[in-house]
């Protein structure tokens, strides 16, 4: 769904603020940081200190089910089992016909409102924030759709990766050794040639959403985002680069890496530290910038959970998971919930009904070294098909009752990880990165469970349930 649409509609639901005469310096961030933590509203930055009226700064667009269902074209009424549930509906008909979704290449965007060419270049013109006193600049790309293309193939990926103001015609872009986009831009390098590069700062929300999660090497974020929402993405070709460009963005530039590096960072990142310090990433020179009449930025500031875009993952990814899991061949999975407390990736609860010994087992290690959440994560906790995975009192309780952390924590070492940990040792390459990861198996023991030996919890029967909120439904309604 294309920003502006998506305003209307979040209007329509009484969570949008407009704020006016806030500074880009870190009140943008401070405001975007605290919102998220309290009342969560999405919210529209216009008359930004140093900036025209109309020269605006999107965040708060995905902080709960009912926006992350609206910007995917689903439903606004879902909670957050019921959005995974759908999401699992959407993503297995992504993964089988996201070839027939290919992007549809146009001739005009309303992004050609304004187009600046190479000298005429300065990124300065847009607002783009401080977001936390001690980052180490400007950041314009922190919720963006960075486009890159296979320079040995037709594969073009789209990526969230965050960029940093350098000059009025230069950006720093921070890729991890991992992500598709990196590979890209390193076989170029290593051809001698310059790898081609854009970049939409304001992009359609699904396309960003799927920038930022693990589709399938070699498919292309177009397609598969196209396929979840069942529309084919509209792409305008860069003047520079040939590269599709969304043409519903707000904003976009393009232009090239060369190889240059400069200072990028520090910057506060997803884990809620300044881990990752001042580091040396790519320049990207810019060849053209295109923006709409009276642009939206679209931005996000992370920090301590929860924070600005801490929840959009977490659905998609516990879909992404539990599909993994039945794929791989796994049986009664119940439930899967990556938590916002872990920023999706350092605490997920799988629910199993336990069929047999060891199968609790399995789904830890599977979990715990996939690339789903491998990266950044920290702990896999299995609980039994009557925990609710998203209920963290319900986890916690299973963990303090039906684990031994002497027989019932597993611990995997050299697990690939990220600089962004503040736990991490400091390495030079970021390819060096490992860390560990625990698996909690906060179930019944298979043995006491088969023979009906397990203390029964102490809780009401549904029937009792059922009879005393029925005939006391003045204490138990919303």
């Given at each position: 769904?294309?920003?502006?649409?998506?305003?209307?509609?979040?209007?329509?639901?009484?969570?949008?603020?407009?704020?006016?005469?806030?500074?880009?310096?870190?009140?943008?961030?401070?405001?975007?940081?605290?919102?998220?933590?309290?009342?969560?509203?999405?919210?529209?930055?216009?008359?930004?200190?140093d900036?025209?009226?109309?020269?605006?700064?999107?965040?708060?667009?995905?902080?709960?089910?009912?926006?992350v269902?609206?910007?995917?074209?689903?439903?606004?009424?879902l909670?957050?089992?019921?959005?995974?549930?759908?999401?699992?509906?959407?993503?297995?008909?992504?993964?089988?016909?996201?070839?027939?979704y290919?992007?549809?290449?146009?001739?005009?965007?309303?992004?050609?409102?304004?187009?600046?060419?190479?000298?005429?270049?300065?990124?300065?013109?847009?607002?783009?924030?401080?977001?936390?006193?001690?980052?180490?600049?400007?950041?314009?790309?922190?919720?963006?759709?960075?486009?890159t293309?296979?320079?040995?193939?037709?594969?073009?990926?789209?990526?969230?990766?965050?960029?940093?103001?350098?000059?009025?015609?230069?950006?720093?872009?921070?890729?991890?050794?991992?992500?598709?986009?990196?590979?890209?831009?390193?076989?170029?390098?290593?051809?001698?040639?310059?790898?081609?590069?854009?970049?939409?700062?304001?992009?359609?929300?699904?396309?960003?959403?799927?920038?930022?999660?693990?589709?399938?090497?070699?498919?292309?974020?177009?397609?598969?985002?196209?396929?979840?929402?069942?529309?084919?993405?509209?792409?305008?070709?860069?003047?520079?680069?040939?590269?599709?460009?969304?043409?519903?963005?707000?904003?976009?530039?393009?232009?090239?890496?060369?190889?240059?590096?400069?200072?990028?960072?520090?910057?506060?990142?997803?884990?809620?530290?300044?881990?990752?310090?001042?580091?040396?990433?790519?320049?990207?020179?810019?060849?053209?910038?295109?923006?709409?009449?009276?642009?939206?930025?679209?931005?996000?500031?992370?920090?301590?959970?929860?924070?600005?875009?801490?929840?959009?993952?977490?659905?998609?990814?516990?879909?992404?998971?539990?599909?993994?899991?039945?794929?791989?061949?796994?049986?009664?999975?119940?439930?899967?919930?990556?938590?916002?407390?872990?920023f999706?990736?350092?605490?997920?609860?799988?629910?199993?009904?336990?069929?047999?010994?060891?199968?609790?087992?399995?789904?830890?290690?599977?979990?715990?070294?996939?690339?789903?959440?491998?990266?950044?994560?920290?702990?896999v906790?299995?609980?039994?098909?009557?925990?609710?995975?998203s209920?963290?009192?319900?986890?916690?309780?299973?963990?303090?009752?039906?684990?031994?952390?002497?027989?019932?924590?597993?611990?995997?070492?050299?697990?690939?990880?990220?600089?962004?940990?503040?736990?991490?040792?400091?390495?030079?390459?970021?390819?060096?990165?490992?860390?560990?990861?625990?698996?909690?198996?906060?179930?019944?023991?298979?043995?006491?469970?088969?023979?009906?030996?397990?203390?029964?919890?102490?809780?009401?029967s549904?029937?009792?349930?059922?009879?005393?909120?029925?005939?006391?439904?003045?204490?138990?309604?919303?």
């Amino acid at each position: 769904m294309e920003i502006r649409r998506f305003i209307e509609e979040v209007k329509k639901l009484n969570l949008l603020r407009e704020v006016k005469g806030a500074h880009w310096n870190l009140e943008i961030g401070a405001i975007t940081d605290l919102n998220a933590k309290r009342n969560k509203y999405t919210l529209l930055f216009d008359e930004i200190v140093d900036y025209p009226k109309g020269f605006r700064v999107l965040t708060g667009t995905l902080l709960d089910s009912r926006r992350v269902g609206l910007a995917l074209g689903l439903t606004s009424n879902l909670n957050d089992l019921q959005l995974v549930t759908k999401l699992r509906e959407r993503l297995n008909y992504a993964n089988r016909e996201y070839k027939s979704y290919d992007p549809i290449e146009v001739s005009d965007t309303p992004f050609l409102e304004n187009v600046y060419r190479e000298e005429n270049v300065n990124l300065f013109k847009f607002p783009a924030p401080k977001w936390h006193e001690l980052d180490g600049g400007r950041y314009i790309g922190t919720a963006d759709a960075v486009i890159t293309k296979d320079p040995d193939s037709d594969w073009i990926n789209v990526g969230a990766y965050r960029v940093m103001l350098v000059d009025k015609n230069k950006l720093a872009i921070f890729i991890e050794a991992s992500h598709h986009g990196r590979l890209h831009i390193e076989k170029y390098l290593k051809q001698g040639r310059k790898a081609p590069i854009a970049i939409s700062f304001g992009p359609p929300l699904s396309l960003f959403i799927f920038a930022g999660m693990e589709v399938p090497y070699g498919v292309s974020e177009y397609n598969f985002a196209g396929a979840v929402v069942g529309e084919r993405m509209k792409v305008f070709r860069g003047e520079v680069t040939g590269l599709p460009i969304p043409a519903e963005s707000e904003i976009a530039v393009e232009g090239y890496i060369t190889g240059e590096v400069t200072d990028e960072g520090p910057f506060g990142e997803f884990m809620g530290y300044y881990a990752g310090g001042r580091m040396k990433s790519p320049v990207i020179e810019v060849k053209r910038v295109y923006y709409r009449k009276d642009p939206i930025l679209l931005g996000t500031a992370p920090s301590i959970s929860p924070y600005d875009y801490s929840y959009l993952r977490c659905p998609i990814r516990s879909a992404m998971i539990w599909d993994f899991l039945e794929r791989a061949g796994v049986p009664n999975v119940k439930g899967v919930w990556a938590h916002e407390v872990g920023f999706s990736r350092a605490f997920i609860v799988i629910s199993i009904k336990q069929t047999f010994a060891g199968h609790a087992t399995m789904v830890g290690h599977l979990v715990a070294t996939a690339p789903l959440a491998s990266y950044g994560g920290r702990y896999v906790i299995i609980v039994d098909e009557d925990i609710d995975p998203s209920d963290l009192n319900q986890v916690i309780w299973a963990m303090c009752t039906r684990s031994d952390p002497a027989i019932t924590i597993d611990v995997i070492k050299n697990v690939n990880s990220t600089p962004l940990d503040p736990m991490a040792e400091r390495r030079e390459n970021v390819k060096e990165y490992v860390s560990s990861r625990a698996i909690i198996y906060a179930v019944k023991p298979f043995d006491k469970l088969i023979r009906n030996q397990f203390p029964i919890e102490v809780r009401p029967s549904e029937e009792l349930v059922e009879k005393v909120t029925k005939k006391f439904n003045h204490l138990f309604s919303p």
